[in-house]
């Protein structure tokens, strides 16, 4: 299913005419229609750890104490051995902890994630890396955060992107929903079971 599917799968729902269109739409109904989408997007994104979102990036030392920033799309680091050498997991610290800590360059044990930043002690040296695996926060084929044309497809099953759809659009336009949403949180369930990595 694309952006547009989806939205036609909504309108047989709720009762509305089937769009043609969504993105560039200048039909209030549908404006909102990719508000609601968008949202529901980033709500999926955000509550469980899908597979298909997952990644990982290499932080590179460059011999000095170097604060690395994640890339761009970065949502959360993953649970369980979410920095790592080739040998080894780095323990997360607080930032008391980290205090406490005075830099000196070596092989990594620890690191304190501030935002999208992370560093590392010890820290690494010149060409020395660490792999960090990670949550992203773009959910759209486009690699993207949001729907912006209508070929786009979610990178989230879309069966359970149109359930939540149909329960926000519901919701927000003071139409019962009540059953809607009891649904789509049972569908959501059960994936985030499938995927193995529930985040409730």
Known sequence: MSLLTIAQGLARNV??????????STMREWQEALQFANETGEELARRVDW?????????????????????AGFSRLTKGIAIRTATATLRPLSQAEWGGLTPVQGTPRYFLLEGS??????????????????????WTSAGSDAFTVDSQTSLIDEDLFLKGLIARWRRQKGMDYADFEAEYEAALQDFAGFDDRSRF
Not at 15 to 24: A, F
Not at 53 to 68: E, I, M, P, R, Y
């Open 117 to 138: 930043n992370v560093t590392l002690w010890p820290f690494l040296a010149n060409a020395e890396t660490v792999t960090a695996s990670y949550q992203s926060q773009y």
């Open 51 to 71: 597979g298909a979102l997952q990644a990982s990036a290499t932080l590179t030392g460059d011999g000095t104490n170097k604060v690395h920033a994640l890339p």
């Open 15 to 24: 009762g509305m005419q089937v769009p043609t269109s969504v993105v560039g």
